[in-house]
């Protein structure tokens, strides 16, 4: 098996874009909007993502005394190899204003929305910054040396009740309500089913080159294998629920971040993700002898919050983390082709080694990875 550093967690770290010439372009659109408004120069944060990218400003306004402190959320440019098929920067947007409106998680408040690509090269939009502290990505929060590695454990848990909390409560928003405009179309497919489809169509798109996942392809015939009965519940699914993606205040969120994979379809979507997710990182930092954070988003803990939270009791987990598994494992097969367009990496012989998980996501199709994982108090 490959070890991998904990600091290379598939991230693309090479940029092709100019951000002196892109501080220009911002502020001859914004100028517009707002006459005589000076932008600074960008900040580009570390923990800036895998698929839209962020950059930070301050808009100097004539007559305002302080500058408004403002982010750009702008899709990647199609000629570097995106992460993803579609960035669609409208949906972002309408989501973030539907989630403000419609519930009190909290999210920055957006302002602007550009559709077309004559401002920058691509589609983007402008939103308040807020001021908090994510847990890292690199490196990952369990490899320790950070903020929430090292607070006291009451504060862990309650960071982590919370961040479930508000996941249950983007989840009281439906398809026949605000939600309903990221539905897929009512075609005779239940909502996991498009679900799943637009990952398939994905997968393809990302082996277009013909190189293959077997295991990736396993776990598609995996999943119709062990296909659950909630496939047509219908609630908002943020999509990239995890506590990565928000930005905390004395371990309280004070913004939910990356909408990008908004939809619709089961609870569980998220929930499985927000567990897997952190089990991913946990399972790296593993395999270098260190102690990671185990106690933190156990399976059995987040569904436990979460029936408290919503009176709702989470289903066919097994299902959902797998699939969750699958959904990242794609991404990182994806990630792997960007590298290699950057010099960054190599495909490995076993097209299955490009995924960093290959080992626990085969172990889940084998039944024995959650036993495995789980703590003396869950046995």
Do not use: C
Not at 219 to 241: I, K, M, Q
Request: cysteine-free; overall charge negative; proline content about 7%.
């Amino acid at each position: 098996m490959t070890v991998r550093d904990p600091s290379n967690t598939g991230r693309p770290k090479t940029s092709t874009r100019d951000y002196d010439k892109l501080r220009a372009q911002l502020e001859a659109w914004l100028d517009v909007r707002v006459p005589g408004a000076t932008v600074s120069a960008l900040v580009v944060p570390a923990s800036n993502g895998m698929s839209s990218e962020t950059v930070l400003f301050d808009l100097t306004v004539p007559g305002e005394a302080a500058p408004r402190e403002l982010v750009a959320r702008i899709a990647p440019d199609p000629a570097a190899d995106p992460v993803f098929m579609v960035y669609d920067m409208e949906r972002q947007f309408k989501t973030m204003r539907m989630v403000a409106e419609h519930t009190e998680v909290p999210v920055p408040r957006v302002l602007w929305l550009e559709t077309a690509t004559d401002a920058i090269g691509v589609p983007f939009f402008v939103m308040e910054r807020i001021h908090g502290i994510v847990p890292p990505d690199l490196m990952p929060y369990p490899y320790g040396d950070n903020w929430f590695f090292d607070a006291d454990v009451k504060d862990q848990q309650r960071l982590e009740r919370q961040a479930v909390e508000a996941l249950a409560a983007l989840h009281e928003l439906t398809a026949d309500g605000p939600a309903g405009f990221l539905a897929a179309p009512d075609d005779g497919e239940s909502h996991l089913r498009h679900h799943i489809q637009e990952q398939r169509a994905y997968y393809d798109w990302v082996a277009a080159d013909g190189v293959r996942s077997p295991l990736i392809e396993d776990t598609f015939e995996w999943l119709e294998e062990h296909w659950p009965d909630n496939e047509n519940d219908a609630v908002f699914s943020w999509g990239d629920a995890r506590v990565g993606n928000m930005m905390f205040a004395d371990f309280t969120p004070v913004a939910v971040l990356d909408w990008e994979m908004a939809a619709v379809g089961p609870r569980e979507i998220d929930i499985g993700w927000m567990i897997y997710m952190h089990r991913a990182f946990q399972d790296m930092v593993e395999t270098f002898g260190l102690p990671g954070m185990p106690h933190i988003l156990q399976r059995e803990t987040v569904a436990a919050i979460y029936e408290e939270a919503s009176g709702y009791t989470p289903k066919h987990l097994d299902f959902y983390t797998t699939y969750a598994a699958l959904r990242y494992g794609i991404v990182m097969f994806r990630i792997t082709r960007r590298s290699i367009r950057f010099g960054e990496a190599v495909m490995p012989e076993n097209p299955d080694e490009a995924i960093m998980h290959h080992v626990q996501l085969r172990q889940m199709l084998d039944g024995v990875y959650w036993d495995a994982v789980r703590g003396p108090d869950q046995a």
